[in-house]
């Protein structure tokens, strides 16, 4: 199957700071990359889609100033959590579709913890 | 919104029986698929299921794509205790975005 890279599998960071996740496809490109947030024991929450060359698409109640998407190319998509606070403490995952496909590839997920 | 209800929540289960769970939603999806999660991971597809009444295998897994296509089930036969984690229903529309159910915990005593 296809394969998702995300980077950095693991973060601290101080209030205040920002952290940027990295999504690769690694060996398709992918149009599309969606953002999700996990909270523990509990299912997945899609946060953007996220478009190559174009401005992502927010889920309801998700602040776009906030988590900052970048699409740039066609394997790569950024998340940047902006003035991270403890509540952005979570394990954000992103996924990828191959052209013409609609099911989805993971990467490995970031656990974010903003102490 | 798109909701998903996946049953059971979880499922404790002696190694060797088979296990079902299943996932309805009051909408129509495209496309269904299984993933597992393991801890600490991100979820890893199992199974995509493409037209309604759809079968599909992949060794000791079966799901099946329901006629309505509100719904869909998995089956894992024979378990092992490495089937152990949390395993989730996801429905797609034609954007390729993802809803997902709340998750089957399975735990697989040897």
């Known amino acids: 199957g296809a394969v998702v890279s995300q980077h950095p599998s693991r973060v601290i960071c101080k209030s205040g700071t920002s952290v940027k996740i990295e999504c690769r496809s690694l060996?398709?490109?992918?149009?599309?990359m969606f953002w999700y947030r996990q909270f523990p024991k509990q299912s997945l929450m899609l946060m953007a889609t996220?478009?190559?060359?174009?401005?992502?698409?927010?889920e309801q109640g998700v602040e776009k100033d906030k988590f900052l998407i970048n699409h740039a190319s066609l394997t790569l998509s950024t998340l940047t959590v902006t003035s991270a606070h403890p509540e952005d403490s979570s394990f954000y995952i992103c996924?990828?579709?191959?052209?013409?496909?609609?099911?989805?590839?993971f990467g490995q997920g970031t656990r974010l913890t903003v102490v | 919104g798109q909701q998903l209800n996946q049953s059971p929540q979880s499922m404790f289960i002696q190694e060797g029986e088979d296990v079902s769970m299943n996932c309805t939603s009051s909408?129509?999806?495209?496309?269904w698929l299984w993933y597992k999660q393991d801890p600490g991971e991100g979820p890893v597809l199992l199974i995509a299921?493409?037209?309604?009444?759809e079968l599909t295998s992949n060794g000791r897994l079966t799901a099946q794509f329901g006629t309505t296509r509100k719904d869909s089930f998995l089956n894992i036969s024979a378990s092992i205790p490495s089937d152990v984690g949390i395993y989730f229903c996801?429905?797609?529309?034609?954007?390729?975005?993802?809803?997902f159910g709340d998750g089957t915990t399975l735990t697989v005593k040897p």
């Open positions: 996924s990828a579709i191959q052209p013409d496909r609609t099911e989805a590839f």
């Open positions: 060996d398709f490109q992918a149009t599309t």
């Open positions: 996220s478009n190559e060359g174009s401005k992502a698409t927010y």
């Open positions: 909408s129509i999806f495209n496309t």
């Open positions: 299921l493409y037209k309604a009444g």
């Open positions: 996801a429905g797609n529309t034609n954007a390729g975005k993802s809803t």
